[in-house]
């Protein structure tokens, strides 16, 4: 018997395939030339940087460093992952032989009367068995489960890359986002100061009679206004500092700096790279692609349901009063075989196989999505870095000129030839303009940083926490 049940099972075992479509990727169009980007593809993309070779602050990088090693962002995503991986190996044992085991003992005695016998005694009885089952998988139901379930794993560890990436991009963010802040602050407290030493003058200046108390209000009115945004940027300095360390996972406290806003290094041009190449670069693609992989699989599970299960049953154990005749006189051994299929359900084996394929549309619709959005990213962030670097050249002008403005008004109030009002109308025009300035430079560094994060940088780095190799510091 075992001989023919060998001869029937094993052309089963080699016939078998999986049902349900096997997956390709869907077409995409990628376009020549990133639009915003200058002259031909480059096979050498930014983003094929590690991101210790792309900011040149070593403070900055010592926080990425910490964030990547004690952010709770990074530590969820790979508790994310390590569940995947477990649920992979779930739907993965599903191919083996599934053995279980039992034990049971009872003591009993049943009543004689019914026999006419007054006296029976208690019996014990000892069962020990080993089952075992196993699923033919003809159909290919197992292994299209089991290949929805990798898909899923490898697009959760994507997921983890597309944390630690973001993490590094926030950080790298709301770092210069606090040096901006520290900027603006060393602003209002040099004009402060300014405006604290024209003030002076003309108070000491109106007491003996030599200016009005126009000129002497409006001086006051000037100092007062800068000098009150002092304690507002000293709080959100505070806020930044805070935020800052939450992303790397400890306690409020204060961040220590580096090079200032206007001294952090920007590359003139950055090469995006093959456009193409950005499948293979982003996290959050490769995520998506991994989803709709799983939900092609999905689609052959639903389609194997249609067919009947296939499965071998068995168990080897004994039953005795004794425990010494439990695999003696007591053993006991049983096999089978069985096939259920469906009849009739309604329609809810073909209801189910409806909605994952519908489900599969959507995945496959949302990574068309996810590939055009990042084509958009990263030519609206190639533009903004060009316009940015337009923006600053003129808006450094206007600070010189409007500081150019403020030294002469002074000098021709000063020899007599103009009234404060010229001075303070001056002064109060280079404020805005100086911390307009600051702006438009962090502006700058955030949209790198954006630029950066678009292109997937650091996508053939195959450390999995990321960490920066001895020696790779410095600037």
């Known amino acids: ?25 869907p077409p995409v169009t990628a376009p020549d030339q990133v639009r915003g980007q200058i002259g031909s593809a480059e096979a050498a993309s930014l983003a094929d940087k590690a991101w210790w070779e792309i900011f040149g602050d070593e403070t900055l990088r010592s926080l990425i460093d910490e964030s990547l090693a004690k952010g709770y ?20 044992a599903d191919f083996f032989p599934q053995i279980q085991y039992s034990a049971q003992w009872s003591r009993s005695r049943q009543s004689g009367a019914a026999f006419g016998i ?3 005694p208690p019996l014990n009885l000892h069962d020990v068995n ?19 379930a990798l898909a899923q794993y490898l697009g959760t560890a994507e997921a983890r890359r597309g944390v630690m990436l973001s993490l590094v991009s926030e950080v790298a963010t709301q770092y210069f986002e606090l040096r901006e802040l520290d900027l603006l602050l060393e602003i209002a407290k040099r004009t402060a100061d300014a405006y604290q030493g024209t003030y ?13 108390g126009l000129e002497t209000a409006s001086a006051e009115a000037l100092l007062s206004n800068v000098a009150g945004q002092v304690p507002l940027i000293e709080s959100q300095i505070v806020a930044q500092e805070n935020a800052i360390c939450l992303l790397l996972g400890r306690n409020p406290g204060p961040i220590p700096r580096g090079a200032v806003l206007t001294d952090q290094l920007l590359p003139p041009e950055i090469p995006p790279g093959i456009p193409s190449d950005l499948l293979q670069r982003r996290p959050d693609l490769r995520q998506a692609e991994q989803q709709l992989v799983a939900a092609n699989a999905s689609v052959g599970v639903a389609m194997a349901n249609f067919f009947p299960t296939i499965s071998l049953t068995g168990a080897f154990g004994g039953v005795s009063p004794e425990v010494s005749d439990l695999f003696t006189a007591g053993k006991t051994w049983s096999i089978a075989a069985g096939l259920v299929g469906p009849l009739f359900q309604g329609l809810r084996l073909r209801n189910q196989y409806d909605a994952r394929v519908a489900q599969w549309e959507q995945a496959k619709l949302q990574y068309e999505q996810a590939v055009t959005s990042a084509f958009g990213e990263v030519s609206s962030a190639l533009i903004a870095h060009q316009k940015l670097a337009e923006a600053e050249t003129q808006q450094a002008r206007t600070v010189t000129a409007y500081r150019e403005a403020v030294r002469l008004s002074n000098d021709r109030y000063l020899a007599g030839l103009a009234s404060y009002l010229d001075v303070l109308q001056a002064e109060q025009l280079l404020f805005p303009a100086e911390n307009t300035l600051a702006q438009t430079r962090f502006s700058r560094l955030a949209n790198f940083v954006a630029l950066y994060r678009v292109l997937g940088g650091g996508w053939n780095i195959e450390n999995p926490v ?3 190799p001895a020696g790779a510091g410095g600037s």
């Open 200 to 212: 002076d003058l003309f108070r000491r200046r109106f007491e003996v009679g030599e200016a009005s």
């Open 118 to 120: 007054s006296n029976i």
């Open 466 to 468: 990321w960490s920066r």
């Open 73 to 92: 962002d990074v530590r969820i995503a790979a508790a994310r992952v390590e569940e995947a991986r477990a649920n992979a190996g779930i739907a993965r």
């Open 1 to 25: 018997m075992k001989r023919l049940l060998a001869a029937f099972l094993l052309p089963l075992l080699v016939t078998g395939c999986a049902v349900g479509p096997n997956y390709k990727r």
């Open 130 to 148: 080993l089952g075992l089952s196993w699923e033919i998988d003809l159909w290919g139901r197992i292994r299209r489960a089991s290949e929805a």
